[in-house]
Nanobody, 115 residues
Framework: QVQVVESGGGLVQPGGSLRLSCTAS????????MGWYRQAPGKQRDLVAT???????NYADSVKGRFTISRDNAKKTVYLQMNGLKLEDTGVYYC?????????WGQGTQVTVSS
């Protein structure tokens, strides 16, 4: 059984910062990638950032220069440092775990950017 659990969401003012964490547990022997996606109200779930097993990163254009993804292999944890938050960053942030033969989603954590 594999579990993916996110934490760190909350309410923040425009220009503020938040750090999201996502930890995977269970029968995991190899991780291909971990990443973050977000879903704004009434919209589809879109890629925010991913990081592979060899530390290759990929970011959505909208977050480049503001968000940083990183990981701790020993803890099977991925982080998303979000700086310079904007109103349009509001949404539910989901962690995605990519294993060699399957993928898993977390339950999501709400990020609200509001003045």
């Amino acid at each position: 059984q594999v579990q993916v659990v996110e934490s760190g969401g909350g309410l923040v003012q425009p220009g503020g910062s938040l750090r999201l964490s996502c930890t995977a547990s269970g029968s995991i022997f190899s991780i291909r990638y971990m990443g973050w996606y977000r879903q704004a109200p009434g919209k589809q779930r879109d890629l925010v950032a991913t990081i592979t097993s060899n530390d290759s990163t990929n970011y959505a254009d909208s977050v480049k220069g503001r968000f940083t993804i990183s990981r701790d292999n020993a803890k099977k944890t991925v982080y998303l440092q979000m700086n310079g938050l904007k109103l349009e960053d509001t949404g539910v942030y989901y962690c995605r775990l990519g294993l060699p033969t399957s993928n898993y989603w977390g339950q999501g954590t709400q990020v609200t950017v509001s003045s």
